[in-house]
T-cell receptor, first 116, second 114 residues
Framework: AQSVAQPEDQVNVAEGNPLTVKCTYS??????LFWYVQYPNRGLQFLLK??????LVKGSYGFEAEFNKSQTSFHLKKPSALVSDSALYFC??????????????FGTGTQLKVEL | NAGVMQNPRHLVRRRGQEARLRCSPM?????VYWYRQLPEEGLKFMVY????????ESGMPKERFSAEFPKEGPSILRIQQVVRGDSAAYFC????????????FGPGTRLTVL
C-alpha cells in the first residue's frame, strides 16, 4: 500500500525567507510524486510532479521540490516566500502503474502561513 | 479551455435524502476520479472511472454510494439516504489517462447534511 506523511500541520515563515514543506512517502515500486496547493474554498491546483529524471523538479509560482530516494522524501521548497503563498499544501503519491489504478494517495496537508 | 466543472458547488440535504454530485471533466480527458475531503483531513480516494466503466472503487463505502460515467454527459456521484457523516467536500479530478499525467481538480461540491 502507498502512503504519504506530512509531519508538519503548519509552517510559518516570514516573507522573503526560504520555505520548506516536508513530505515523505512509502510505495512498493517507483513513486510518482505530486504537490498540490489548495486555497480556501477552492479545488486543488497542481504545482509540480516527479516521475523520473532529475531529482530537482521545478514547478509553478517559483516552487521546486527535491526527490530523495534514499530518504523517501519529496520536500517542497521556495527560495523566497510571498504572503500570497499562504495556503494548504498537499503532497501526493501514486505507485508506478502496472495497469489499472491511477489513484493518488494524499498527505494530510500542511498549512503554510507567510507573514510580513 | 474550461477546467473540470462540478455542480452544484454547495448542496444541503436532510438526513435520509439523496445527493447527486456532477462532474464534467476537462475536454479531452476520459478518466475521472472522485475524492472526499472531510473537515480537517486530507483527500481520500473514492473511485476511478473511465467512460462507462468503473476501474477502481476501492475507496467507496460499500453501501449508499455509487458512481457512474456514462458515454454521454457528466460523471455522477450518488449518495443515497445521506447521514451527517457524509458532510464533506467532494472533489472530482480528470486526466488524459496516461500514467504520468497529473490529475486536474474541480472546485468541489460541499455537501452539508442537516
Amino acid at each position: 500500500a502507498q502512503s504519504v506523511a506530512q509531519p508538519e500541520d503548519q509552517v510559518n515563515v516570514a516573507e522573503g525567507n526560504p520555505l520548506t514543506v516536508k513530505c515523505t512517502y512509502s510505495v512498493s515500486g517507483n513513486p510518482y510524486l505530486f504537490w498540490y496547493v489548495q486555497y480556501p474554498n477552492r479545488g486543488l491546483q497542481f504545482l509540480l510532479k516527479y516521475i523520473t529524471g532529475d531529482n530537482l523538479v521545478k514547478g509553478s509560482y517559483g516552487f521546486e521540490a527535491e526527490f530523495n530516494k534514499s530518504q523517501t522524501s519529496f520536500h517542497l521548497k521556495k527560495p523566497s516566500a510571498l504572503v500570497s503563498d499562504s495556503a494548504l499544501y498537499f503532497c501526493a503519491v501514486r505507485d508506478s502503474p502496472t495497469g489499472g489504478g491511477n489513484k493518488l494517495t494524499f498527505g494530510t496537508g500542511t498549512q503554510l502561513k507567510v507573514e510580513l | 479551455n474550461a477546467g473540470v466543472m462540478q455542480n452544484p458547488r454547495h448542496l444541503v440535504r436532510r438526513r435520509g435524502q439523496e445527493a447527486r454530485l456532477r462532474c464534467s471533466p476537462m475536454k479531452g480527458h476520459s478518466h475521472v476520479y472522485w475524492y472526499r475531503q472531510l473537515p480537517e483531513e486530507g483527500l481520500k480516494f473514492m473511485v476511478y472511472l473511465q467512460k462507462e466503466n468503473i476501474i477502481d472503487e476501492s475507496g467507496m463505502p460499500k453501501e449508499r454510494f455509487s458512481a457512474e460515467f456514462p458515454k454521454e454527459g457528466p460523471s455522477i456521484l450518488r449518495i443515497q439516504q445521506v447521514v451527517r457523516g457524509d458532510s464533506a467536500a467532494y472533489f472530482c479530478a480528470s486526466s488524459p489517462g496516461l500514467a504520468d499525467n497529473e490529475q486536474f481538480f474541480g472546485p468541489g461540491t460541499r455537501l452539508t447534511v442537516l
